[in-house]
Nanobody
Framework: QARPVESGGGAVQPGGSLRLSCTVS????????ISWFRQAPGKEREGVAC??????????FYSEAAKGRFTGSRDNDKDTVVLQMNSLKDEDTATYYC???????????????????????WGQGTQVTVSS
């Protein structure tokens, strides 16, 4: 069973930045697509970024809400993905979760950002609060 550990959340003012990190143990990290999802109280979980496994040489995928503000990368030597979040807005307030694709070599296809069911979320998440 994968064991992701998320970190880097916190409280910032609008316009601020945070850098989230997720380190995953318990699986062959490079062969799994890794995602960041978030969930605000009373709302559905939504995708933010997806990093394809190394069998797919592709830049990270971002949701429309994240494009232009969030960037990320994966380091397969460290079994880690990071998400740099800039120009944060109030609506970015949520708990952010790191997900591992349910299928080895499964990709970030189509509407992945609306399908949290294709990922496993075994971590505790990290809270991001954007408020003035």
């Amino acid at each position: 069973q994968a064991r992701p550990v998320e970190s880097g959340g916190g409280a910032v003012q609008p316009g601020g930045s945070l850098r989230l990190s997720c380190t995953v143990s318990g699986l062959d990290f490079a062969s799994y697509s890794i995602s960041w999802f978030r969930q605000a109280p009373g709302k559905e979980r939504e995708g933010v970024a997806c990093f394809a496994h190394t069998g797919i040489p592709h830049a990270p995928f971002y949701s429309e809400a994240a494009k232009g503000r969030f960037t990320g990368s994966r380091d397969n030597d460290k079994d880690t993905v990071v998400l740099q979040m800039n120009s944060l807005k109030d609506e970015d307030t949520a708990t952010y979760y790191c997900g591992t694709h349910r299928v080895q070599y499964g990709g970030c296809y189509g509407s992945w950002f609306r399908d949290p069911e294709i990922f496993n979320f075994w971590g505790q998440g990290t809270q991001v609060t954007v408020s003035s």
